[in-house]
């Protein structure tokens, strides 16, 4: 490998030295050299792209930006391990002061399967005068200009098609991000991401504004002019409470507003995700925030082991994680709702398909004194039984695998600690067992599912499929 012009082009401290010299690997390496095995890429021909290279967007086209501090790196680098893929994921971890070196050395072993960790550029000649945030908001909003400048100077800037910012509490979904990028010309001006879920913070920041722990995408052409600029507005815009913010308000200066993609997740909420993530909307989910903050993913796990079992189904098929599904069992009359890799809810009777893409509002507002109200959130909600007795019978995700060509998941039965048996729906179910094809990314009509008449006891089976041109989710008649 070639050397490259160092990163950071202040005069680095004797301390930042020996930081450096810590890295797993030089951040420059990892910047510009091509994965060893790119992961396969998304099959859809999405891409617009009319320079030379037209392949469709891939994980190796984006270069992450992970905001984080000396304090809070220790914590969080577990989320940070589960997402990153060393040689196929590219970018760096900012951070405010060096890391101490862990006790006990092992510091190699420490870092593997993290993102190489940069101490960012100084900023205090920049005003920050909002009352009650942190000053990093300054520092955090100039990562898109490090990672820019740092690409500037070794061109050609290597295959890289956009910027990617987040926290190191964000867990993202590289392939599913990079097939919802695939969508979008990267060689025009894009600024791409999501709200709040909640009315309150987007109406405290703004509607227009990419939140920056759900996280968000700017097309390289965008963020190399941002990065020219970005200064000047940071001047302008001491008053303002995040990095995010500074972001949007120079982004709109430049004449460009946020595309919403609603597969990046904010979460600003608290509780249990279950109402949210069993009706996610027809888009692959991009990002997950904030999940200190919020019940492990699964029943009866810690967040850590919850979080690596979800990645077992992201790994099968990441494109259909918590992709709804609903069908019906015209024998007993009741419906199934499968949010695969996830959960699978049965109801007995026959419900309309509307009703079960509003979501079951399981968790609580961001402000926990603001309640469950339904105007609190950003979608449609619907009554949740306050007995968990009177709830859906619930299934969470046991195992996944791929076989032939077929993927076969299957769910356990998780019945709530006090229900009696007499009152439980469905007490003839413990499994439900899920087979379906591999997702193809780009597809934006809803699946449909069949209950087949299952061979194992206590088990309900059901086969994933696309729809017919003209069938519909409902039960006949
Ligand atoms: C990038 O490099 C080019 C060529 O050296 C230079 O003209 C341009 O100003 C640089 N841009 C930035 C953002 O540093
Ligand atoms: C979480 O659970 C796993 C598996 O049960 C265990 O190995 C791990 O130590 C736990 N982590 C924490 C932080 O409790």
């Given at each position: 490998m070639k050397s490259r012009p160092p990163i950071i082009t202040k005069m680095p401290s004797f301390k930042t030295l020996a930081f450096l010299l810590l890295l797993p690997l030089p951040f420059l390496c990892l910047l510009l050299s091509s994965p060893t095995n790119p992961l396969p890429r998304p099959s859809t021909a999405a891409s617009a792209a009319v320079s030379g290279d037209v392949s469709a967007t891939g994980v190796r086209h984006l270069l992450f930006g992970i905001a984080s501090s000396s304090r809070t790196f220790p914590k969080r680098k577990d989320y940070l391990r589960m997402w990153w893929r060393p040689g196929a994921t590219k970018g760096a971890v900012f951070l405010d002061s060096p890391l101490k070196s862990p006790a006990g050395g092992g510091g190699g072993d420490e870092e593997r399967g993290l993102p190489p960790a940069v101490v960012s550029a100084d900023t205090s000649k920049f005003p920050y005068t909002f009352k009650s945030g942190s000053r990093s908001a300054v520092r955090v909003a100039r990562i898109v200009k490090e990672l820019v400048d740092s690409l500037n100077q070794s061109l050609p800037h290597g295959d890289v098609r956009w910027i990617v910012l987040g926290d190191d509490d964000t867990v993202f979904f590289p392939e599913n991000l990079a097939g919802t990028l695939a969508k979008y010309d990267w060689e025009q001006w894009h600024y791409i991401g999501g709200i709040s879920e909640s009315v309150e913070q987007n109406v405290k920041n703004s509607f227009g504004m990419a939140f920056g722990g759900g996280g968000f995408a700017i097309s390289y052409p965008l963020a190399r002019v941002l990065s020219r600029v970005l200064d000047s507005c940071l001047m302008r815009y001491g008053h303002l409470y995040g990095s995010d913010a500074r972001v949007f308000v120079c982004l709109a200066e430049l004449g460009v507003g946020m595309t919403h993609e609603p597969?990046?997740?904010?979460?600003?909420l608290r509780g249990d995700l279950l109402g949210l993530l069993s009706a996610h909307p027809l888009a692959p989910v991009v990002s997950l925030h904030h999940l200190d903050y919020v019940d492990p993913l699964f029943p009866g796990m810690n967040r850590t082991s919850a979080l690596e079992h979800l990645f077992e189904a992201i790994t099968i098929d990441p494109g259909r994680v918590f992709q709804q599904t609903v069908c019906y069992d015209p024998l007993k009359l009741r419906t199934v709702s499968v949010s695969w890799g996830y959960v699978v809810q049965l109801y007995e009777g026959k419900l309309l398909l509307p009703d079960l893409l509003?979501?079951?509002?399981t968790f609580t507002s961001w402000r926990r004194s603001r309640g469950v109200s339904p105007n609190l959130f950003m979608f449609d909600t619907r009554e949740l039984p306050k007995d968990q007795c009177q709830r859906p019978a619930t299934f969470f995700l046991g195992s996944v695998f791929y076989s032939k060509g077929k993927i076969e998941s299957t769910y356990k039965r998780q019945v709530p600690g006090n229900c009696q048996q007499s009152s439980m729906s469905a007490k003839d179910l413990l499994r439900v067992k899920v087979s379906s094809e591999k997702f193809e990314m780009g597809q934006l009509r809803r699946h449909c599912c069949d209950v087949l008449a299952s061979s194992e006891e206590m088990t309900m089976e059901i086969d994933i499929r696309k729809c017919k041109d003209d069938e519909l989710i409902a039960m006949n008649p």
């Open positions: 597969g990046f997740h904010q979460i600003d509003s979501l079951q509002p």
